[in-house]
Nanobody
Framework: QVQVVESGGGLVQAGGSLRLSCAVS????????MGWFRQAPGKEREFVAA????????AYSDSVKGRFTVSRDNAKNTAFLQMNSLRPEDTAVYYC????????????????????WGQGTQVTVSS
């Protein structure tokens, strides 16, 4: 049984920063890829960022590139999403996802490629 738990969401003013954490517990052996997705009200869930186990592969959506940074602490089975220069359009529920599959290229962005999901954490950016 694998559990994925996000934390760190909250309310922040535009231009501010937040750091999300994602803790994976249970049978955590070799979570090759950990990713972040978000879903705004009335919109579909979308890819935000992902990182491979080694850290050699990272991916970002164009909307967050240069503002968000994904990282991992493999010893603690934890992933992070540092979000800077936040904008009102970043408001969403942010989800952490993980998979034991090795993903490359466009597969990193695919929701269906990830096997384990957290319940999400709300991020609200006020203007």
């Amino acid at each position: 049984q694998v559990q994925v738990v996000e934390s760190g969401g909250g309310l922040v003013q535009a231009g501010g920063s937040l750091r999300l954490s994602c803790a994976v517990s249970g049978r955590t052996f070799s979570m090759e890829v950990m990713g972040w997705f978000r879903q705004a009200p009335g919109k579909e869930r979308e890819f935000v960022a992902a990182m491979s186990l080694s850290g050699s592969i990272t991916a970002y959506s164009d909307s967050v590139k240069g503002r968000f940074t994904v990282s991992r602490d493999n010893a603690k089975n934890t992933a992070f999403l540092q979000m800077n220069s936040l904008r009102p359009e970043d408001t969403a529920v942010y989800y952490c996802a993980a998979t034991r599959k090795r993903l490359y290229g466009s597969r990193l962005l695919g929701l269906t490629e990830y096997d384990y999901w957290g319940q999400g954490t709300q991020v609200t950016v006020s203007s």
